[in-house]
């Protein structure tokens, strides 16, 4: 009788995990297979991009001339708008000393009609303005180069006729 107990509790404890394990080697084995297509997928990737470098290298290394150009040319670009605004602000300041020494008439367009009948001639020529000199001002041959011009325009003309 206690070996039938002992065989019937033995029973109890026996623990049948082949579904489990056989789930869980299925879990397995489809990872596996997904890391070898991520792996595989990768490599082909790397291949893709050795390829791609490879082949655009020489044009994007040919770019670099003409970036560098580009480059110079916002460059001298910036400096002429620069150097164009202080000319404007000199332009300007001289302007207004200009305006200040010219005798400005302030009266309406009736009194300016009427005013030469009523008003005697006052002599201009006792007051002397002084000589004008005109500033230095920017000159884009400084910036660019007459063949930078050219080539300039022929890329706007083509950019034109592209888009027309």
Excluded: W
């Excluded at 000199?133 to 920017?138: K, R, S, T, W």
């Amino acid at each position: 009788m206690l070996d039938e107990l002992a065989i019937d509790y033995s029973e109890y404890l026996k623990v049948d995990n082949e579904n489990e394990v056989s789930a869980l080697k299925d879990v397995v084995e489809d990872m596996l297979t997904r890391l070898e297509e991520f792996q595989t997928f990768m490599e082909m990737v790397r291949a893709l991009r050795m390829e791609s470098t490879v082949m655009h290298y020489d044009s994007i290394k040919a770019m670099k001339s003409k970036v560098n150009e580009l480059t110079d040319s916002v460059n001298k670009l910036e400096k002429l708008v620069n150097k164009v605004g202080e000319d404007v602000e000199l332009v300007d300041q001289q302007l207004t000393e200009a305006e200040a020494c010219m005798p400005i008439n302030k009266d309406g367009p009736l009194n300016t009609i009427l005013k030469p009948f009523f008003k005697k001639q006052e002599d201009h020529s006792s007051k002397q303005l002084p000589a004008y000199e005109p500033p230095v001002i920017f000159k884009s041959d400084d910036y660019f180069l007459a063949t930078e011009a050219e080539d300039a325009l022929k890329i706007i003309e083509n950019d034109t006729s592209t888009n027309n």
